[in-house]
């Protein structure tokens, strides 16, 4: 049997569902929240940014190079390319498809090891998080028999 996982995520919220095969419809399997995404940069650093000297008229402010919101979401990212890199280890699936915001693909796609990236057969760069299964289902028709 040709077991498919969908991932549907985007940077705080992620619903795993399975196919098991053709007219088999859709099971969730699993579904994680990451809060902190949600929350604005202001609330995920304890202190203000730092200062140094400025070549221009006023002072100089150091930003952090990567935003917190930014570091999370990736945080989260990985912590999905882990679940689907467990997945595969124990082939739990055959293949995979995954539904995610082009930015929030992006970095599923660069934190992912590369024979579970192999096994994404379909990617589509929206947020589906909040579709209900019978409209997810009518997205994945030109994919799964569903």
Known sequence: MAITWILVANASLAKLYENLGPNKGLKLVKELIHPESRLKNSDLVTDRAGSMASNGNGPGVKQPQTQPKDHEAKVFA????QELYA?????????AIVFAPPGFMGMLNSVM????????S?????????????????????????
Do not use: M
């Open 78 to 81: 990985h912590e999905l390319a």
């Open 113 to 120: 090891d590369h024979p579970t990236a192999q096994l994404i």
């Open 122 to 146: 379909d990617r589509f760069e929206k947020d589906y998080t909040k579709t209900a299964e019978p409209k997810l289902r009518e997205h994945l028709a030109g994919c799964l028999y569903l």
């Open 87 to 95: 997945g595969r280890t124990r082939n739990a699936f055959r293949r």
